[in-house]
């Protein structure tokens, strides 16, 4: 394992594409030591192990980054079965998936005898982020057994936390009318660019002819950004824009290992694509990437692949609200980004995830028992100190999250409201 370790931060300080960015940042031979001490004592396991290359991996302040133990027994049981959300000094229930001892709205206001407080600044490591609403609690809460939680009364009990299976998550891709002159848009994904189109067809009378728009990718676990191609005629201005910015650029780190595991990658992928663009594309990135081994960042060139940048918009809608919050990541970072630059679209909620820095990952394993995921491009803007990196897209109109979100929707009743101050 001792190799192993060293072969990830070779990784690290080479190929992943936030290498010079960070140059410095992480403490290998810190986390070496450990290792060895451990490897000593005969106490090296590879759950232990994978827990220090994760805390190795923190440093780099960097959530496209994944380490992961591969084919564990009773690997499926590693949920508490429920979400909360940080608001002050207590964890608030948003969702509830297995444990059906808690209610949405329910609140921990300590665990194991540590105020939420205390835990917010003892893991903030961990968390990462320095606004409460934007962290993620989860990997916390696997690590306490017990806390005192309040009910919706206001009662307070010692509770146990358990372990359940992980929840089967269902995309959802739906349109639906509000009133007669406003659709609501789902989307919490856009990894299946077949269903975003069958969405379309479904209800393209409605998408033709309804005025106003509400789009919820509140909760969005991004995918690809093909996926949403097809929706920006109707959320860009008549007028149009370019999508693409003239000073902004992706650059692709195309060392040889990158390249060697990308085109591995890719090959897969093409041998499983139906559609003819999205084909057209694949071979296009693999390309790039066979013809750019080995000459460090480089910008791919995918001229070929759009006849035009430059895309018009459609008459209606004649106004969209876009919802977000920082559960919108990745390709749902591109999309509202995209969003925010059409005339005709006003984005509330919270600041995206903020993923789009570093990008396109590459997959490494090692004898199928460990995985490492790691951004190979980044983008230029991150140089003039305009990366989304703990930020994530800023709405234009920022509504923060209080517990009054889990009893009423309150970003949707303020789109709505949007809206009908329109139509007056």
Known sequence: MESIFKEIVQIMHHDYSGFKDKEGWDQPDYFLHKIRDLKIH???????FTEIVKDYLLDFKDQHIYFEQLNIKNNALKERGFRVRRYEDKLYITEVSSEDKLTRGMYFKSLEGFTITELANQHKRLLFESVAERENWTPILAMYDFGVVVDLQGNESLFSL????????????????????ILLMTMTDFMDPQAIINMMNKNHQLLESTEQWIIDVRKNNGGSDASFYPLLPYILPV??????DSEEKMLFNCTHANTRLQLAELDQDIER???EQTLKFLNIF???????????????????LFASTF???KIKPNKIVVLTDCMCGSSGDSFVEICKNSSKVTVIGRPTKGLNDYTNLATMKWNNVFELMYPTSRLSRIDKGQ????????PHIYIPWNPNHLEKDIDLNYAMSILASLSV
């Open 42 to 48: 005969n106490q090296l396991k590879n759950g232990l």
């Open 162 to 181: 358990n372990f359940y299976e992980n929840s089967t998550y269902s995309p959802v891709y739906s349109v639906k009318l509000l009133t007669e002159n």
């Open 239 to 244: 007028e149009g824009i370019n999508l693409v």
């Open 273 to 275: 694509a139906q559609d």
């Open 286 to 304: 693999r390309n790039e990437w066979e013809r750019n081994s080995g000459k460090g960042f480089v910008e791919f060139n995918f001229g070929e």
């Open 311 to 313: 895309i018009n918009g």
């Open 387 to 394: 990366g989304m990196s703990g930020k994530g897209i800023e």
